[in-house]
Nanobody, 124 residues
């Protein structure tokens, strides 16, 4: 079992930045792929970013490409999401997810382990 805990959410003005962190515990995180998803009020959960276990591959949704960066520190068992140039439409609860490959990087159904979520609110 892997437990995931997100942190770093908050309220920020448009154009600002936040860094989310997802700390894993329970078993070694090294072999796990990880991703960030988000759910805005009244909308479906959507894929944001993915990183493979070795950090050699990462993917982003079109909505965040060029503004967000996913990274990981396998020594600290932590995955990060650096969010720059934030927009009001980025407002959502952000969830960290993880599982052992192979899996569909952008498919939330493929992830068995989830954090509780952290709220990000971007004001205009």
């Amino acid at each position: 079992q892997v437990q995931l805990v997100e942190s770093g959410g908050g309220l920020v003005q448009a154009g600002g930045s936040l860094r989310l962190a997802c700390a894993a515990s329970g078993r070694t995180f090294t072999g796990f792929a990880a991703a960030w998803f988000r759910r805005a009020p009244g909308k479906e959960r959507e894929f944001v970013a993915y990183i493979n276990p070795s950090s050699s591959n990462s993917y982003y949704s079109d909505a965040v490409m060029g503004r967000f960066t996913i990274s990981r520190d396998n020594v600290k068992d932590t995955v990060y999401l650096q969010m720059n140039s934030l927009k009001p439409e980025d407002t959502a609860v952000y969830y960290c997810a993880a599982d052992v490959p192979p899996l569909g990087a952008t498919r939330w159904e493929d992830y068995d382990y989830w954090g509780q979520g952290t709220q990000v609110t971007v004001s205009s």
